[in-house]
């Protein structure tokens, strides 16, 4: 297999554990946070810089890089990691997302999507077999099955159409993919927030026997509550000796969360997006660095962050810089807001280890701003 996880630590108090992933591109200690590089690369950051921060495993999109540069480009060029020159771990999602919510003219049907680029309107058609001609050609460690994402809210009917379908698309990726000894399929459980489709979904893609999970379709607009629930009773489902993904999540308490309920990998786009609009994540709280407040504030952006930005460089240069339209600007938010969210991981892994998750919890929430959440 491509891809191997080993259960390291279960916690005692809750469902967190401590695990390890080994992948043909290295090994990644989890719970983990993925920086997002959609497009062979992660917005501001050069690879070394990720390196410097990290990172052990990056996530790319399929769709994005089937539209363009081409997979057959990046093929050409040796795969992805040497497109991008990044030695570590790479995950391709299916591109299910993006075409059901960046294509506002598609067409569903058995066979696949027929769907109009969102930069040429240029007509695509994408099925179960086509997106792992994609993901192979891109030679990422772990791809994932492509799958129908229901938004939220769904009708209930159309939900269950959708999980069905995620689950026979799941079956044909199976059989489409060819180069299990370097890449892991992953499926994805759907069935947006009903509790018997969301326990359906995962039922039918551990009988497949992909060697990781995702639970995509959450943190699409639901509340909070309402995902956490889904959690609780969809990751147990899960096989215990393989990864657990939770697709597109990154605010702190969403990560936290969603380890207190037994995910190993979280990916999202926010803490470079947010970083591109001058707020940082910090130990206490979110920062909106071009604020006038901050003009004459000489500290670092967060005084218990080790990384560059925040040895190097104050809140007040910071705000000149974003203010002034520089690049450095957006690139030092974008350094401090990844290397939070890994740091964020390691605390949260050394808490695992201490058997004192919950409290971390509860110490991380009242400084951060979120008290009363717990």
């Given at each position: 297999?491509?891809?191997?996880?080993?259960?390291?630590?279960?916690?005692?108090?809750?469902?967190?554990?401590?695990?390890?992933?080994?992948?043909?591109?290295?090994?990644?200690?989890?719970?983990?946070?993925?920086?997002?590089?959609?497009?062979?690369?992660?917005?501001?950051?050069?690879?070394?810089?990720?390196?410097?921060?990290?990172?052990?495993?990056?996530?790319?999109?399929?769709?994005?890089?089937?539209?363009?540069?081409?997979?057959?480009?990046?093929?050409?060029?040796?795969?992805?990691?040497?497109?991008?020159?990044?030695?570590?771990?790479?995950?391709?999602?299916?591109?299910?997302?993006?075409?059901?919510?960046?294509?506002?003219?598609?067409?569903?049907?058995?066979e696949g999507v027929t769907f109009?680029?969102?930069?040429?309107?240029?007509?695509?058609?994408?099925?179960?077999?086509?997106?792992?001609?994609?993901?192979?050609?891109?030679?990422?460690?772990?791809?994932?099955?492509?799958?129908?994402?229901?938004?939220?809210?769904?009708?209930?009917?159309?939900?269950?159409?959708?999980?069905?379908?995620?689950?026979?698309?799941?079956?044909?990726?199976?059989?489409?993919?060819?180069?299990?000894?370097?890449?892991?399929?992953?499926?994805?459980?759907?069935?947006?927030?009903?509790?018997?489709?969301?326990?359906?979904?995962?039922?039918?893609?551990?009988?497949?026997d992909f060697p990781g999970y995702?639970?995509?379709?959450?943190?699409?607009?639901?509340?909070?509550?309402?995902?956490?629930?889904?959690?609780?009773?969809?990751?147990?489902?899960?096989?215990?000796?393989?990864?657990?993904?939770?697709?597109?999540?990154?605010?702190?308490?969403?990560?936290?969360?969603?380890?207190?309920?037994?995910?190993?990998?979280?990916?999202?786009?926010?803490?470079?997006?947010?970083?591109?609009?001058?707020?940082?994540?910090?130990?206490?709280?979110?920062?909106?660095?071009?604020?006038?407040?901050?003009?004459?504030?000489?500290?670092?952006?967060?005084?218990?962050?080790?990384?560059?930005?925040?040895?190097?460089?104050?809140?007040?240069?910071?705000?000149?810089?974003?203010?002034?339209?520089?690049?450095?600007?957006?690139?030092?938010?974008?350094?401090?807001?990844?290397?939070?969210?890994?740091?964020?991981?390691?605390?949260?892994?050394?808490?695992?280890?201490?058997?004192?998750?919950?409290?971390?919890?509860?110490?991380?929430?009242?400084?951060?701003?979120?008290?009363?959440?717990?």
């Amino acid at each position: 297999m491509a891809v191997k996880y080993e259960l390291i630590k279960k916690c005692s108090r809750t469902e967190a554990r401590l695990g390890r992933v080994h992948t043909p591109h290295g090994t990644f200690d989890t719970p983990v946070f993925m920086p997002v590089g959609t497009q062979a690369a992660v917005k501001a950051m050069a690879p070394y810089e990720l390196e410097e921060i990290g990172a052990k495993i990056i996530l790319s999109n399929t769709y994005h890089l089937y539209i363009r540069p081409g997979h057959d480009i990046v093929k050409q060029a040796g795969g992805l990691h040497s497109f991008m020159n990044w030695d570590g771990a790479v995950l391709t999602d299916s591109g299910g997302f993006q075409v059901f919510s960046l294509c506002d003219l598609r067409k569903i049907k058995e066979e696949g999507v027929t769907f109009k680029s969102h930069l040429d309107g240029s007509s695509h058609f994408i099925t179960p077999e086509k997106a792992i001609e994609i993901e192979n050609a891109l030679g990422a460690d772990i791809i994932m099955a492509f799958d129908e994402c229901a938004p939220y809210p769904s009708e209930y009917n159309y939900a269950k159409e959708a999980m069905e379908r995620t689950t026979r698309w799941a079956q044909r990726c199976k059989e489409a993919h060819k180069n299990t000894e370097k890449q892991a399929l992953f499926g994805i459980v759907q069935g947006v927030t009903f509790k018997d489709l969301r326990q359906e979904s995962a039922k039918q893609l551990v009988e497949l026997d992909f060697p990781g999970y995702a639970i995509g379709g959450l943190s699409v607009g639901e509340p909070a509550e309402l995902m956490y629930e889904v959690l609780d009773y969809t990751v147990p489902l899960l096989p215990e000796n393989k990864p657990r993904y939770l697709m597109g999540v990154g605010t702190p308490d969403y990560l936290i969360e969603g380890v207190i309920r037994g995910v190993d990998m979280f990916d999202c786009v926010l803490p470079t997006r947010v970083a591109r609009n001058g707020t940082a994540m910090t130990s206490e709280g979110k920062v909106v660095i071009r604020n006038a407040v901050y003009e004459k504030d000489f500290l670092p952006l967060d005084s218990e962050c080790d990384c560059y930005t925040c040895k190097n460089f104050t809140r007040a240069y910071i705000r000149h810089l974003i203010k002034s339209e520089e690049i450095l600007g957006i690139r030092l938010t974008t350094i401090h807001n990844l290397r939070f969210l890994i740091s964020l991981m390691e605390k949260v892994r050394k808490a695992i280890e201490e058997e004192r998750l919950l409290e971390f919890r509860r110490e991380f929430y009242v400084k951060y701003g979120y008290e009363g959440r717990e």
